[in-house]
T-cell receptor
Framework: AQSVTQLGSHVSVSEGALVLLRCNYSSSVPPYLFWYVQYPNQGLQLLLKYTSAATLVKGINGFEAEFKKSETSFHLTKPSAHMSDAAEYFCAVRRGSGGYQKVTFGTGTKLQVIP | GAVVSQHPSWVICKSGTSVKIECRSLDFQATTMFWYRQFPKQSLMLMATSNEGSKATYEQGVEKDKFLINHASLTLSTLTVTSAHPEDSSFYIC??????????FGPGTRLTVL
């Protein structure tokens, strides 16, 4: 079964510092991977997605993620944290195909940005 | 981009009553919609997959008679929580799929059952 594991339920960084949120996947086939952001009491917004094209994926708000097959990882990074980046981030993997696709989410990582 | 709305954004009801939540794709047609629930400080758990014009497919452990899903059109899916109880209090989020993998999420509905 395809799943994702997010290491660290809480991450704190100083404003301007590097953001690194970790995600490892388990999949028997090339996966489709996603990162979503959720602000308090809101739905999810897609940050970026990997669909077996370029291994380095650039998303919105300056975020990017690199797909590393050898490490089964898809970590999310941003060179310089901004206060507005404080939110919860979810890594996700798509399971199935065609009309039976489902997205499975990791447990989430709450990012705190310290001024 | 594609916009998905949910109504209401929050609802408080008494135990034993039923609550209906609407999910609409505003500027696109979605053949498939998904319903998730999210408990405080937890991840999203898929409840069911809803295809327009057919019965919803429920995930294991989700009571289909308690969580009624209707996907009457390509832009509207509804989730009805029947005979709600306090343990049903949660954040319910819908999403609509476009193409082969893109899902767009609604803003969520906060349900509180007293």
């Amino acid at each position: 079964a395809q799943s994702v594991t997010q290491l660290g339920s809480h991450v704190s960084v100083s404003e301007g510092a590097l953001v690194l949120l970790r995600c490892n996947y388990s999949s028997s086939v090339p996966p489709y991977l996603f990162w979503y952001v959720q602000y308090p009491n809101q739905g999810l917004q897609l940050l970026l997605k990997y669909t077996s094209a370029a291994t380095l994926v650039k998303g919105i708000n300056g975020f990017e993620a690199e797909f590393k097959k050898s490490e089964t990882s898809f970590h999310l990074t941003k060179p310089s944290a901004h206060m507005s980046d404080a939110a919860e981030y979810f890594c996700a993997v798509r399971r199935g195909s065609g009309g039976y696709q489902k997205v499975t989410f990791g447990t989430g990582t709450k990012l705190q940005v310290i001024p | 981009g594609a916009v998905v709305s949910q109504h209401p954004s929050w609802v408080i009801c008494k135990s034993g009553t039923s609550v209906k939540i609407e999910c609409r794709s505003l500027d696109f047609q979605a053949t498939t919609m998904f319903w998730y629930r999210q408990f405080p400080k937890q991840s999203l758990m898929l409840m069911a997959t809803s295809n327009e014009g057919s019965k919803a497919t429920y995930e294991q452990g989700v009571e289909k008679d308690k969580f009624l899903i209707n996907h009457a059109s390509l832009t509207l899916s509804t989730l009805t929580v029947t005979s709600a109880h306090p343990e049903d209090s949660s954040f319910y989020i819908c999403s609509a799929r476009v193409g082969t993998y893109e899902q767009f999420f609604g803003p969520g509905t906060r349900l509180t059952v007293l």
